[in-house]
């Protein structure tokens, strides 16, 4: 059975209510999806149950060239937030770089040596009743596949994820004081959204309307800036403005414009490559971290590091038609119609920190 296999088969006794204790979590759940994972659960030289530490054990240790790398530890249906500060001080005492925590249904994937609290160091919490089995799999594959531990690629992955988990925790407790700050620079923001709403709609906003819109967007923060004098503050009724040459940043035909810098292209296909390379030169690591997104397509994947990977139900269909490689080692899906170019472009755009529509704009024909 695949792992995904394995995943619904573990849903299924999960929600029948057949598994009652550590010992029905271990052998309904724990060891078929780590034997998916490429662990020989009955090797007890490799997947080693009641490992011994001090005195103590944890329920199983994975271990790679006769080491633990990582500590698996299981508990009863629903108990699984209570053994953190026990599984720690197992991790901590052998210097295990992987801990998880799991009742069958939730999986905590710990890194142990990182700072600040359990749940800091927690870089991921899996719920198998709440996210697609495909989706399951992917992430459980990604810190904890066999051959990904042995390589030290699963801990690299877990400790990546947990940086750019924080960065994105700190970036949003911003938010508040960076709106607060823009409200507070009198006539910015009415400005600036005036001035768009004429780019895209070719009239001059009310500046009455412009000030109501900013206040429903975030009441409480105090007066919103005046209107600026140069918005038009009483007319009669909405003025259309004359037609203006192409600025920089322009949709002129297909291609795509990034942070106001237009780039043609001869068609989707080649938005599609355009926009991924040009996302890379912008962020060295946006196109590892859209590789390990856990859900891309329904049965196939947007990119990868190689073109079969694109197809993992059916490789054969990876060919020069349907992949194109963004740089060496990166290979993009690009047989897609419009919708999903459009998709497959947002994604991009969602994973590489820009506004789509705004900071990245697409025209596929």
């Known amino acids: 059975m695949s792992l995904t296999d394995r995943i619904t088969a573990a849903r299924t006794r999960l929600r029948d209510g057949s598994l009652h204790n550590e010992a029905s979590v271990s052998s309904g759940v724990v060891l078929p999806i780590l034997d998916a994972l490429g662990w020989p659960v009955f090797d007890p030289a490799v997947v080693f149950p009641e490992y011994k530490v001090e005195g103590r054990r944890v329920d199983f240790a994975l271990l790679t060239h006769g080491r633990p790398a990582v500590f698996v530890e299981v508990k009863q249906p629903g108990m699984a937030g209570r053994a953190d500060r026990q599984l720690f001080e197992y991790a901590f005492h052998e210097g295990v770089p992987l801990a998880i925590l799991t009742d069958g249904a939730t999986w905590h994937v710990y890194v142990p040596a990182l700072q600040g609290s359990y ?3 927690r870089v991921y919490l899996l719920d198998l009743l709440e996210r697609e089995p495909e989706e399951s799999a992917d992430r459980l594959t990604r810190y904890l596949a066999r051959e990904a531990v042995e390589s030290g690629e699963a801990e690299e992955r877990a400790r990546a994820d947990y940086k750019r988990s924080r960065q994105r925790r700190g970036a949003e407790a911003a938010l508040p004081q960076a709106w607060a700050n823009l409200a507070a620079e009198r006539g910015r923001l009415s400005d600036l959204l005036a001035a768009e709403v004429e780019s895209v709609s070719g009239y001059q906003p009310d500046a009455a309307d412009v000030t109501a819109f ?10 919103l800036p005046a209107p ?39 068609s989707g296909r080649d938005v599609l490559v355009k926009v991924f390379q040009a996302l890379a030169q912008r962020d060295p690591a946006f196109l590892d971290r859209f590789v390990a997104r856990p859900r891309h397509g329904r049965t196939r994947r947007f990119l990868a590091t190689a073109p079969e990977h694109l197809f993992p139900d059916n490789p054969a269909q990876a060919t020069s038609s349907t992949t194109a490689e963004v740089k060496p080692g990166y290979w993009v899906l690009t047989k897609l119609d419009r919708k999903n170019m ?6 991009a755009a969602e994973e590489a920190g820009v506004a789509f529509g705004r900071d990245l704009r697409v025209r596929l024909k």
């Not at 900013?214 to 007066?223: A, F, K, N, Q, W």
């Not at 459009?342 to 994604?347: A, D, G």
């Open 119 to 121: 749940d800091d160091r």
């Open 214 to 223: 900013l206040v429903s967007l975030r009441p409480g923060i105090g007066s």
């Open 228 to 266: 600026s004098p140069t918005v038009s503050e009483t007319p009669p009724r909405a003025t259309r403005v004359p037609p203006v040459l192409p600025m920089a940043g322009e949709l002129l035909g297909v291609g795509f414009a990034l942070d106001g810098h237009f780039t043609s292209a001869r």
């Open 342 to 347: 459009t998709k497959v472009c947002r994604m």
